[in-house]
């Protein structure tokens, strides 16, 4: 009985030594294990992290990027639309300035046509008048030298005042072509330049709704 139980003993023994030492090899193992489960959370974490990161820095660039972009893009057009509502006004008071020297030249011209042709009858008045006083010598004919040059006079009196009425005529109208020219000036510039407000209010709200839509997808 004795040895039986000795024997019983030991294998228990070396039973419990086996167990202990598979668990010895076993214990390894697990530690592998639980540690690359561990780094694999960390990797997960960590890129989960770096892309939250990574998809903010690029909503901030893509915005500022953006936002830039409207802004050189709305100075661009401003200094275009500028340079070229001052090209088009020095362009319109050229035309003014021609037209003004063109009609001047005109008035001139036709002042100087109506001053010859008063000249010439003057001048043919006179030698008319002195033709009658040649060949009249009687008191009729002084009578009728008479009438004659009041008539030549009046008529002298009444093409003076005809050439003043007429050329204060020309001078009015010029004036109020001038004025006419100088008011459509004036309200073509403001049009220009209302349109060009509108358009430049219009384009910052198309580019701002571009710009949210942009952000939104």
Do not use: D, W
């Not at 690029?58 to 409207?70: K, R, W």
């Not at 100075?75 to 003004?100: D, Q, R």
């Not at 002195?130 to 009728?144: F, T, W």
């Amino acid at each position: 009985m004795t040895a039986e139980r000795r024997t019983q003993e030991g294998k228990a023994v070396m039973y419990a030594f086996e167990i202990n030492a598979e668990e010895t090899r076993q214990l390894p193992f697990t530690y592998n294990k639980n540690k690359l489960k561990i780094l694999l959370t960390g990797l997960f974490n960590l890129s989960i992290y770096l892309s939250i990161y990574l998809s903010i820095y690029l909503y901030i660039y893509i915005y500022i990027y953006l936002s830039h972009s409207v802004y050189y893009l709305s100075i661009y057009l401003s200094i275009y639309l500028s340079i070229y509502l001052i090209l088009y006004i020095i362009y319109l008071y050229i035309c003014l300035i021609l037209y003004i020297i063109y009609l001047s030249i005109y008035l001139s011209i036709s002042f100087c046509i109506l001053s010859i042709y008063i000249s010439v009858h003057s001048v043919y008045y006179s030698i008319f008048h002195k033709s009658i006083h040649i060949y009249l010598s009687s008191i009729h004919s002084i009578i009728i030298y008479l009438y004659l040059s009041h008539s030549v006079y009046y008529l002298s009196i009444y093409l003076s005042i005809y050439l003043i009425l007429y050329i204060i005529y020309l001078y009015i109208c010029l004036i109020l072509y001038i004025i006419y020219l100088s008011i459509y000036l004036i309200l073509h510039i403001i049009y220009q330049y209302i349109c060009l407000i509108l358009y430049i209010i219009y384009l910052s709200i198309y580019l701002s709704i571009y710009l949210s839509m942009l952000l939104l997808l």
